[in-house]
């Protein structure tokens, strides 16, 4: 990942040393520059390359939490994965997760951050204080404080909706269960799609709005033919950003614990449950490695998209 | 930008937390000669979960051993690692300390844990970790065999019993009073349980039977649900080595829950869901909204206790009152037994990776001396302890404690103490609320038998 993103001209800078403007800018030299990287290297590879390592040892073996098999692992080769591929929980979980990433980032953080964003595009003073405030503060509360205050918001018996709504003992999050953990996302992570569409809003110049109102066109085809493309760019990046993190994410067990009955048991929670409630640490790592396959793909395929604009 | 900032945090924070951990470690080794201090850890939490414990732990145990070990010249500090989460959880917790060799000095753990616990390696048989003083330890002969045996595995003692445990159905006398039903209430086949549900539910009982069912229930609902209902069925769930699959006893556990949760409004099968439907029945039962419910003492003595419940109910000896749990039919129980129960206990152990493990042996035994249980069960906090000379003495003024010591515990029955139950329990967990979810109570029991054939290693381990 780390490649492809990489901007390409750092290659076309090492091949023109001549034009008297050195790779080597702040004048270093290759073993004191590598001194300044080492300690965020040695941190990379002890919190990110050797777990992602270790999962993958992991699980290959029958390692559980407890029992004889914690002690003496011993190694079984692809049979974690390939009980996976066999296992409707996985499966179940799999779909249900793009579900939960279709549903919450793909429509919810990403058309509602936009449409904040436009609304709120020319909008000065107390207003969009107050929204961007809300918005935010949705994002940056500990999650424990915001599932605490969402049981609060849909419980069954003594729920603040079913108050307001005069609909007492209807039960929200085992009925709809996907829909509320969606809308749940949505409501905690628009922020961050809010403030970057804001962002990419104030890159679109002006008078190319203006020409496109002087030649008659309505707002939709104004964001079509001239936002759209100006923010292509953005676009893309944001979805492949909240994509993974709503793949990744474990917020929703706060809320329903994967239930009722496995219908919000998202790959996040399935891993959990596998790995340390039912102590198989051998096949939560073999599902752990397959999570970080999918979403390298849909990496890849986002990285995709953005490249076909050049 | 900002995210490249909070990046930046995250890895001073990291190695901050490097150092820290560095400083820990050096700090812990330094008290070989001097001090001494030893950590002790339950699923208990002042102000929480079983509150009564925590407080005799703080303000009993710590103080007067702390005391005793002065007097004998020695300079030890005990400190209480309290916890208030789910059964489940607390395992998970512990499992995690002492698979990286942390951990509390002397940890509480289920007895149905010991099996797995010991295989793994987390603990060990106690003369192997505190010498020979475990076994010569001045409680055991005060301690019946069956309540033993709860600590023994493979024939070495692994840790001291806690205490011991009965199931029974209590039952709300006011709404029971309000349906016509009578107050000495004593059910002598399931058909009569169902039979009360139904006079309750008329009289607009809002859950007139809680029979906890489906796998956010965990282990209760195991214990407080399947496992004393197959008694009643005459089944076990592994009788001679053999587990038993879709066999008919469990065709009648489950033919029971759907006669309860499938759509009757005998129960309410959305609380059974519910990430926290256990605490939430407790509390239910406390508003006075369910009429039956079946569970341990711990729901006397922890839940609608008047001082220190989770639940507490401040009328409970006039309200709540007790039955023992009927089997399908007179006699048709296990043994033959017109009623039937299931017991377990907690067990009180060392971690094998303490540093001082006679000190730590010390404090366990103490905990579990005659004086400290005494002190303990004061003030209403009664429960059954392991030992027969101080249980004599603190049932005398505790009505269900003395029925159950007196009527259930005969009858009861054990788990299998083996490493691979918990995943039996978890699959029978399963198969509930598939039944109440409309699968046809024929289709349950085979997808049970299935899925354990893939747990105890293939169908020649299971009969059914």
Redesign the interface.
């Known amino acids: 990942m780390a490649q492809q993103t990489s901007p390409p001209d750092t290659k076309a800078l090492d091949e023109s040393p001549a034009r008297g403007y050195s790779s080597d800018a702040a004048g270093l030299g290759r073993l004191r520059a590598g001194a300044f990287v080492a300690p965020a290297l040695a941190l990379i590879a002890v919190f990110l390359v050797f777990p992602a390592l270790w999962v993958i040892y992991l699980g290959l073996m029958n390692y559980r939490l407890t029992g004889i098999a914690a002690a003496e692992p011993q190694f079984v080769g692809l049979d974690n994965y390939l009980k996976a591929l066999s296992d409707p929980g996985f499966w179940n979980s799999t779909v249900l997760t793009f579900q939960f990433v279709l549903g919450s980032a793909v429509i919810g953080q990403v058309v509602l951050g936009f449409t904040l964003a436009w609304l709120m595009r020319n909008r000065r003073g107390t207003l969009k204080s107050v929204v961007e405030g809300v918005v935010i503060l949705a994002w940056i509360l500990p999650s424990a404080v915001v599932a605490f205050l969402w049981v609060a918001l849909l419980d069954r018996d003594s729920g603040t909706l079913n108050a307001l709504l005069g609909i007492p003992g209807f039960a929200w999050l085992l009925d709809y269960p996907m829909l509320s953990i969606i809308l749940f996302n949505t409501w905690r992570g628009t922020a961050f799609s809010m403030m970057l569409y804001g962002a990419a809003l104030g890159n679109v110049p002006p008078s190319h709005l203006e020409s496109a109102r002087l030649a008659g066109a309505s707002g939709w085809q104004q964001l079509r033919d001239v936002v759209f493309p100006h923010i292509r760019g953005h676009i893309l990046t944001n979805l492949l950003l909240i994509s993974l993190w709503t793949f990744n994410d474990f917020g929703p067990f706060l809320l329903t614990a994967g239930g009722p009955e496995n219908k919000t048991e998202i790959l996040a929670v399935y891993v959990y449950k596998t790995a340390l409630q039912a102590g198989d640490l051998g096949y939560g790592a073999a599902i752990s490695t397959i999570i970080l396959l999918i979403n390298l793909v849909v990496a890849i395929f986002y990285l995709r998209l953005l490249r076909r604009k050049g | 930008m900002v995210r490249n900032r909070s990046m930046g945090v995250v890895?001073v924070l990291?190695?901050s937390a490097l150092g820290l951990a560095a400083c820990g470690q050096s700090s812990g080794d330094g008290g070989e000669g001097g001090a001494i201090e030893l950590t002790i850890a339950q699923n208990a939490i002042a102000g929480g979960k079983n509150a009564a414990a925590a407080d005799h732990i703080a303000s009993w145990v710590i103080p007067k051993f702390e005391e005793a070990q002065k007097a004998k010249g020695k300079d030890v500090t005990v400190k209480f690692v309290p916890s208030g989460v789910d059964d489940?959880q607390y395992k998970?917790k512990l499992?995690?300390d002492l698979?990286s060799g942390k951990g509390a000095d002397v940890i509480d753990i289920d007895g149905i844990?010991a099996?797995?616990?010991a295989?793994?390696?987390?603990i060990k048989p106690l003369a192997e970790v505190a010498g020979p003083e475990a076994e010569s330890w001045e409680g055991w002969q005060q301690i019946p065999e069956a309540v033993q045996g709860l600590a023994t595995y493979n024939g070495k003692k692994y840790a001291l019993p806690v205490g011991t445990d009965g199931r029974v159905l209590y039952f709300n006398k006011t709404l029971f009073q309000k349906a016509g039903l009578p107050a000495d209430w004593q059910p002598v086949s399931w058909q009569e349980v169902l039979d009360a549900g139904e006079k309750l539910k008329s009289s607009g009982v809002p859950v007139p039977i809680q029979i906890n069912a489906?796998?956010?229930m965990g282990e209760a609902t195991t214990m407080q649900g399947v496992l004393p209902l197959l008694a009643g069925a005459g089944g076990e769930v592994q009788v001679d080595g053999k587990w038993t699959g879709a066999a008919q006893p469990l065709k009648d556990v489950l033919g029971l829950y759907q006669k309860v949760y499938g759509g009757s409004g005998l129960g309410d099968p959305?609380l059974q869901?519910?990430?926290k439907g256990r605490d939430?029945s407790f509390q239910q039962f406390a508003e006075g909204k369910v009429g039956i419910l079946l569970e341990g003492d711990y729901f006397w003595r922890g839940v609608v206790n008047p001082k220190t419940g989770v639940a507490p109910m401040a009328d409970r000896e006039e309200v709540v009152g007790y039955a023992k749990i009927p089997a399908i039919e007179p006699g048709k129980g296990i043994r033959g037994q017109d009623f039937v129960s299931m017991s377990g206990g907690a067990l009180r152990t060392l971690n094998p990776n303490s540093k001082h493990p006679k000190e730590a042996f010390e404090l366990l035994a103490f905990t579990l001396s005659a004086d400290a249980l005494k002190e303990e069960t004061k003030d209403g906090n009664v429960r059954i302890t392991p030992r027969t000379d101080v249980n004599k003495e603190i049932l005398a003024g505790e009505p269900l404690l003395t029925y159950i010591s007196d009527e259930v515990l005969p009858l009861t029955a054990y788990r299998p103490p083996v490493?691979?139950y918990?995943?039996v329990s978890?699959a029978l967990q399963e198969a509930t609320?598939a039944v109440a979810?409309g699968t046809a109570a024929d289709q349950a029991p085979a997808d049970y038998q299935k899925k354990l054939e893939g747990i105890v290693g293939g169908a020649a381990n299971v009969a059914s």
Not at chain 2, 119 to 122: S, T
Request: overall charge negative; aromatic content about 10%.
């Open positions: 890895a990291a190695a489940e998970t499992s995690l698979k844990w099996g797995e616990f295989e793994a390696g987390y489906g796998t956010a959305k869901q519910e990430a939430k490493a691979v918990p995943q978890v609320p979810g």
